[in-house]
Every structure is written in C-alpha cells, then in structure tokens.
C-alpha cells in the first residue's frame, strides 16, 4: 500500500502543477475548482487501468523481467517531470469544456505507462486505481486554490517532486525483486 500512495502522490504532481497555474492565472472559482479535480482524478483513475491491462496480458511474457520494466518506465517519467514544463501548454490557457478534456488526457499520459506496472506492486489494481484517482482529484483542488492564494512558483517544484518519487518507486521495484533490497 505504501508503493501505491506514492505512486499516486507522484502522478498528481502534473495535475497538481497545472491545476495551481490555472489558479494563480485564470482565478477559476469553486465550480471552476470542481471541475478541474473531477476531471484530472477521473482521467488518472482510467489511465492507470487501461496501463494495467496492458501490463496484466504482457506479465506472463515479461514476468522475468518485469521489475526491469517498471523501472525503466518509472524512471523515464520521472526524468521526464525532472525537466518540468510537462504540462506547461494545458496551463497556458483557461481549462473549460474541451481544453479540460484535452489537458486531462495530456496530464495522465504518464498514468497510463504507470498502470502497466501495477502487476509488480503488491496492491490490489483497483485499489491503486481508487488512490490515484482520488488523491489526483484531491490535489488538484488544492492546487487551484493554493495557485490562487500563491501564484504559479510552487508548481514547478511540485512536478519535479513527483519526478524523484516516481524514480525512487522504480529503484525500490528494481531493488526487491533483484535481491538487493529485502522485499
């Protein structure tokens, strides 16, 4: 469960960040705000199943190397998110009707190749689908609120966070199933 909520922490970094810059930018209010969490939570909650679904039908034919597998996805999004500005272009404008269906789609992409290591963590898929969707959806509408209160510096930093803990879940993955860390 501890991977799991790590996990999910790590993916709303992204939504986190671009929620927060709608706030500070666009100053949305509480349906706004709504809005915005309902939409990132449901689309981090339907991307990681559909990864999941993927990675169960190829487990029996990855099984040995799965945990490489994950850490090399895990650790390609996280460097990714170390670079920041991944989701600099939902940010640019007000998310209302199809620019929010896009930017949910654009902001759970990393949702998607995530859920296809779902089989090497030891929680139930549709747990770890509940958790990402919820907590997506949770700081998300913390994001538009802080983002209104704050400005736009912190969520950079958010999305870079997001990126060492995607990256460190990758390495603890790599290290359990290699031997080199009791699992």
């Known amino acids: 469960m501890f991977e799991a909520v790590f996990l999910a922490l790590a993916l709303a970094m992204d939504a ?14 509480w349906g706004g705000a709504i809005a915005i969490a309902l939409t990132f939570g449901i689309f981090q909650a339907v991307m990681p199943l559909a990864g999941w679904g993927i990675g169960a039908v190829a487990f029996e034919y990855i099984e040995t190397v799965d945990h490489w597998v994950a850490f090399g996805l895990l650790g390609f999004l996280g460097v990714r998110m170390l670079g920041g500005h991944v989701g600099e272009e939902e940010a640019a404008r007000a998310l209302t009707g199809t620019a929010l269906l896009v930017a949910g789609v654009a902001t759970s992409v990393d949702a998607l190749a995530a859920g296809i290591t779902l089989p090497t963590l030891d929680v139930a ?13 949770a700081l998300s509408a913390a994001g538009v609120i802080l983002g209104r209160i704050a400005g736009e510096n912190w969520g950079e930093w958010a999305e870079r966070a997001g990126g060492v803990i995607l990256i460190g879940l990758g390495c603890k993955i790599l290290a359990e199933h290699t031997g080199w860390l009791p699992g």
Not at 125 to 137: D, E, K, Q, R, S
């Open 16 to 29: 986190f960040a671009v929620a927060m810059t709608q706030g500070a930018r666009f100053r949305p209010g």
């Open 125 to 137: 898929p549709f747990t770890a689908v509940a958790l990402i969707g919820g907590v997506t959806a």
